[in-house]
């Protein structure tokens, strides 16, 4: 079979809606409407071309961004889109811009901590673009400690106004993207002085460069920081550099939501919790996680279509195997799209989580922000861990060809794997969320009722007196045969009870130490695993929950229950020190989870291809040869070759100057 014949085949064996599947991936049939329209629409504009980014050098990439992202918001002026269509269209142009920094941190930032009175001034202009702002926090010397940061902001009242200063090397703001070549204004964050005394750290909108002739303000020396991982890739961004020299601003361009600072330079703090000059950083973090299903959906496409095109090794008729048939190949893939789906309908529910803390941050209710803070910090660092694992895996997956730039794969590994870092460095976010368990678990025996996604740890109280020892029962009876893996309440409990097992080992060994702090150091490594079970454990309830909803079209919520099990029984296989060692099942009840892995393995591969065109991306998003829609591989492999610039001449440049004089000297040496 051709390679063209090979997808269509595939498509023709699927047993569910995949137009319905579309729409469940989309989030409702609107969400998918709208991204299939700004889909094609970028797909079809020459405009935003994307397949040379590899080959550009670095002036030429930036120049280029820039002109696409000007050429997208003419467009979008044009066409009227919505914020939402925006949204879409930006994210399909596919190309990290100093926009991402504008629309996703400087107008949130200014949302979340300005008052009625700041948000009234500076989001108009910002939301026409009048000006362009950048998030200006991580240092050269300090990012996850941003308590330790240097800048500081010392109130003058004389003049009513703040100067802002750089007083080390170190406390140069460095990495803020969009701040190095586009950004006229910053939200920076700067200890706050006034009187001679130190408030923490806040957050000041500071003008940077002239909005006439773009040249910073006297004061101010910016630039970019310089080539980062990978062609292309994250190089179309102006990460930048900047210092203050004892710049002036006036006293309410501090965002003063949080803390107010009167002309006298007294600190007057509101209701509103502390925790509040964080909230950007809650907000994009959650956004993060519903970024993760999209690049991890990506790579798993094309690595899924490619596995189904590639054939390597014969069976008898001569007809070689379609790799995808390798029960190794899918023991690695499909666990990758299992993933996607479990990380898009968690990223579903935290944005839901995120909506809810937000209306009652507006009502003055703070009793779930710890939990907000534990579960975006959580699940940003597992859902970007495994994505960036994953995209590398994809391209092994995809053997040598997996390699090429003409494969996608390469360049969405090097754009995607600074996620591991930026937003909150994951192993500093696991261990927050290591500290939100511990001080949940130590309040138990007060009596006080865990909620939310810490409940199932007031279900276990008896956990505390459980000493966590190897046991040969396990505790949940009700495993003997594989398909018992697939009972809803049965996988539950497994994930449950290893997380809350480990938790409360983790406090009890806590308890040893005579200064908590020191435990908490001493133990951060084992600290870290159990927050990776208790995410763990979210991703798989609210796969679990997402199975408890009305989902309309034919199998589609058969292909996701089987997707869901992969995920637990995978992530239960991967993991099965843990639960084994807390006693949580037995080696036995392990065997047969994986006997349940391979036979829905064998119950997703007729539908594999369906299951990743249901993520509806074009070939212009998905930027792949490999992965492309119609299967046609190998002739547009070859065609792409020969597109490198290398190939311009059949002569390479170099070749009188090194090669013919190398080639001649050992025909000279050969002769003596
Ligand atoms: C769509 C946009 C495109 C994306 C492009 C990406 C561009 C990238 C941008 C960036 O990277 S911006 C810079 C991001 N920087 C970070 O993420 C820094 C990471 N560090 C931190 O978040 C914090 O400093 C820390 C690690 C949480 C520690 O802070 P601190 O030392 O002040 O806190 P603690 O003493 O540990 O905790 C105090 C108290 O506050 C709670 N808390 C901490 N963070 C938050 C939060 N974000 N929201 C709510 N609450 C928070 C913490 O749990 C403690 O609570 P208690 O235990 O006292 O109850
Ligand atoms: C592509 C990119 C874009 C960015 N964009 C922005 C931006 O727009 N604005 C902005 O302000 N910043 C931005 N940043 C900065 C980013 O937020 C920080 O780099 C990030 O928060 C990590 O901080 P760090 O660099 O200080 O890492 P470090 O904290 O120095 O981490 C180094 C190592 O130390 C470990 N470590 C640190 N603290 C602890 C601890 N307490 N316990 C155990 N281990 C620890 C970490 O796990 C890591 O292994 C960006 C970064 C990148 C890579």
Not at 309 to 331: A, L, W
Request: glycine share 8%; hydrophobic share 40%; charged share 20%.
């Amino acid at each position: 079979m051709e390679g063209v014949d090979i997808l269509p085949h595939e498509r023709s064996k699927t047993q569910f809606d995949v137009d319905a599947m579309k729409i469940v991936w989309a989030g409702s049939r609107h969400a998918f409407e709208v991204s299939d329209r700004m889909a094609r629409l970028v797909a079809s504009d020459p405009a935003f071309q994307k397949d040379n980014r590899s080959r550009l050098g670095r002036k030429e990439l930036f120049k280029n961004t820039l002109r696409k992202a000007t050429y997208a918001w003419k467009r979008i002026l044009e066409l009227r889109l919505t914020e939402e269509e925006a949204g879409r269209l930006r994210f399909f142009v596919d190309e990290p811009a100093f926009t991402d920094l504008h629309w996703g941190m400087f107008v949130p930032a200014i949302k979340g901590q300005g008052t009625e009175e700041q948000q009234q001034k500076w989001l108009p202009l910002a939301y026409k673009m009048q000006i362009i702002g950048c998030y200006a926090q991580t240092e050269l010397g300090h990012g996850s400690n941003v308590q330790g940061l240097e800048t500081t902001a010392t109130f003058d009242p004389d003049k009513d106004e703040f100067v802002i200063h750089s007083p080390t090397l170190t406390s140069s703001k460095w990495w803020p993207g969009g701040l190095g070549k586009v950004s006229t204004h910053a939200v920076v964050y700067a200890r706050l002085i006034t009187n001679g005394e130190e408030h923490g750290v806040h957050g000041f909108i500071v003008q940077l460069r002239s909005l006439d002739d773009h040249m910073p303000l006297p004061g101010i020396t910016i630039g970019d920081i310089g080539m980062k991982f990978g062609n292309g890739a994250y190089n179309t961004m102006d990460n930048g550099v900047l210092t203050f020299d004892h710049v002036r601003i006036p006293r309410n361009q501090m965002l003063m939501r949080v803390l107010q600072v009167t002309s006298e330079g007294k600190c007057v703090q509101s209701n509103v919790p502390r925790q509040l000059i964080y909230g950007t950083m809650v907000f994009v973090r959650q956004t993060i996680v519903a970024d993760a299903s999209s690049a991890l959906s990506r790579a798993v496409c094309i690595a899924t279509r490619y596995s189904a095109v590639r054939r390597q090794f014969g069976s008898q008729d001569g007809v070689e195997t379609q790799v995808i048939d390798y029960k190794t190949q899918q023991n690695r893939l499909f666990p990758l799209l299992a993933s996607a789906y479990a990380f898009r309908f968690v990223g579903e529910w935290l944005k839901w989580l995120y909506t809810d803390v937000t209306q009652r941050l507006q009502a003055n209710d703070f009793s779930t922000l710890p939990e907000a803070h534990a579960c975006t910090a959580g699940l940003k660092s597992l859902t970007t861990t495994a994505t960036a694992d994953a995209i590398e895996e994809c391209r092994k997956l995809c053997g040598g060809h997996g390699y090429l730039c003409a494969s996608g794969l390469p360049e969405l590994f090097a754009v995607y794997v600074p996620a591991c870092t930026y937003e909150g460095d994951n192993v500093v976010l696991l261990l927050q969320v290591a500290r939100f368990l511990m001080k949940t678990v130590s309040q138990l025996g007060s009596g006080k009722k865990p909620i939310g996604t810490t409940a199932y740890l007031g279900r276990v109280q008896d956990l505390m007196q459980c000493r966590c020892e190897v046991q040969t029962v396990g505790i949940i009876y009700s495993i003997n045969a594989a398909e018992d893996w697939l009972k809803p309440s049965v996988m539950l409990e497994a994930f449950e009870a290893r997380s809350a097992r480990m938790c409360v080992a983790r406090a009890q060994n806590l308890g040893k130490f005579a200064n908590p702090e020191d435990g908490f150091a001493e133990l951060s490594a084992d600290l870290v695993e159990a927050a990776v079970a208790h995410c763990q454990l979210i991703v798989v309830s609210k796969f679990l929950d997402k199975l408890q909803q009305d989902i309309p079209g034919n199998g589609v919520k058969q292909q996701l229950q089987n997707l869901c099990y992969i995920y637990a029984l995978n992530l239960l296989h991967k993991h099965l020190g843990d639960f084994l060692s807390t006693g949580c099942i037995t080696p036995k009840q392990a065997s047969l989870a994986n006997d349940q892995l391979r036979s829905l393995y064998s119950q997703v591969r007729p539908n594999a291809i369906a299951l990743v065109d249901a993520f509806n991306y074009t070939d212009h998003y998905l930027g792949s040869v490999l992965g492309r829609y119609d299967g046609n591989v190998y002739p547009k492999l070859y065609e792409e070759a020969w597109k490198d610039p290398l190939n311009d001449s059949v002569l390479p440049d170099g070749y009188n100057e090194y090669i013919r004089p190398l080639l001649k000297q050992q025909l000279h040496n050969s002769r003596l």
